[in-house]
């Protein structure tokens, strides 16, 4: 063991530049895009903005531009709004201001000070994030305030050079624009993601906003691609809009206690997803990822779910503001209860209130009407057991059967979605009907594999054994899939594996636990598909959840998971398929 000395030089503490601390603090508060837009929305919101459009490049490492239509800002105020701890959003009266310039007693002023910082109505409040912004990136703000006879101006920050404010031209309200974003530290830009993980990040923080303010009007372009347009409209149809549910669907909660008032519009649990990408939660208007809510949330469903299974809902809590502290962290996600018990029981006893009356009046449809409304009771059971398990159930015929050149025909229309199928008439430039995808016209294939009869030895896999611990990939080995080359998805088979063709024409099997543990582990899930983390036993998927599954796989760097040598997919060539039917024993009696 070394033994440690004293430094040859004593170390002397020295006052930190501005520019050394915006850079510092850029690490807290913009530590990705996804962070930067976060900043620029809640300013915009903050300004009183009926219409906010962002823009992202590259995923926001190139460029994130985000532009509003407040109240707008003036010369002085550009100058100081890159200053660090320079902010309008505290609630500081004339009096306290007075007591600030004429030297009143210490007391007071701290008294106010402390009052200001527990009754914060805004989003922001810190004054950190466009002088971190401007400290790594490459910074322009546009704004002008409302008024006849007013101008625009215009400010430049470049790695934390400010430059004066110019005349521009603009309407009222304020365009930032982020260039580059951590150029100016090149060792931080490495550790970003992907730019389609990037984006991702993105949208699921503009969608968390975008339910925050709902008489706002939000668009979200990605690449110039329109991926989030919301008009403005009351809470239940922005609900309905970003948890993409019928309005009529959701179950409406409305409940006071004393001071605390809950209301929130719910997924019944036959809605249920597999992960918690669809829970939004607001605390006195403040988008929040707060785990006492998501416990209450967890236990109140926890009778109609199965494990790995997650509500879909729209929260609001209201509360006084000084019974909950939002100055935890510079992201202001986080925040903490002055009783953290009250406000979980509060949510429990709204949401188990609810659901049960949900249940009570399922159940009495379902006496009247059929059996489906137990589906809505009870949670679905679900276990990811092997097929051999299943050879004591009736064998049931297959219902279809299709062949290659059907799948062919399907990938060419994939590939080609403007391409009209025979005998229809080419669809007209701009003319968009919703059809039903590849997988969804064919027929449910192999659902439930035959039992062979006592005495008939089933056929082998045709790589090998199965239980082989050896990969079953032929003809494929790169430790990179092609974007696209796991094709597009056939069928789904026991809930628990996707088939897909690819275009070469050959079979991909796809293990979608196998994967969403990957992705999980890559954080590269995505948010379109609402995958589970952790998916414990089968999940039935819809054509467009296996669709953005397959092509978030392809991103992974390796197809191997890190924890075991089982591959997230095989790949079976149509001639190993062939060779594989004309050698098997003939089953055609069963």
Known sequence: MSSRSLPAIRPVLKRLSGQIINRIAAGEVVERPAAALKELVENALDAGALRIEANLVGGGCDMVEVTDDGVGMTARDLTLAVERHCTSKLPFSEQGQAGLDGMKPVLATRQHHEASLTHITTLGFRGEALPSIGAVARLTITSRVGGEGEMAWRLLVEGGAVQAPQPASGPQGTRVVVRDLFYATPARRKFLKSARVEARQSEAVFRRLAVSAPDCAFTLRLEGRTVLEVPAQNAAQRAAAVLGLN????????????????????????????????????????????????????????????????????????????????????????LRFADEAAVRSFVINALEGLLGRYATAASEEGQLGGQRADQRQKPRQRARTPAAHASSQAVSPLRGSVSFRQLQESLQAFQNPRAAPAGEEPRPEGMHQQVPGPADALPDLLMDPPAFPEGVEAPQAPFGPIGSQEPLIVGVQAKHVVPGALGIPVMQLHEAYILSMAPSGDLILTDQMAACERLAHEGLLPVDCLVPEGLQGRQALTTAQMEALLRAVEEVPNTRLGQGDSPLWVLLDTSALERFFTSAPSVAHL
């Open 247 to 334: 309005a009529e669907k959701l179950l409406h909660c409305k409940r006071a206690q004393g001071a605390m008032q809950l209301e929130g519009w719910l997924a019944p649990p036959e809605l249920a997803r597999t992960s918690s990408a669809g829970q939004f939660f607001l605390v006195n208007n403040r988008p929040v990822m707060d785990p006492v809510l998501k416990t209450a949330v967890r236990l109140a469903y926890r009778p109609y779910l199965e494990k790995g299974q997650f509500p879909s809902l729209v929260l609001h809590l209201q509360l006084p503001l000084e019974q909950v502290d939002v100055n935890v962290h510079p992201a202001k996600t986080e």
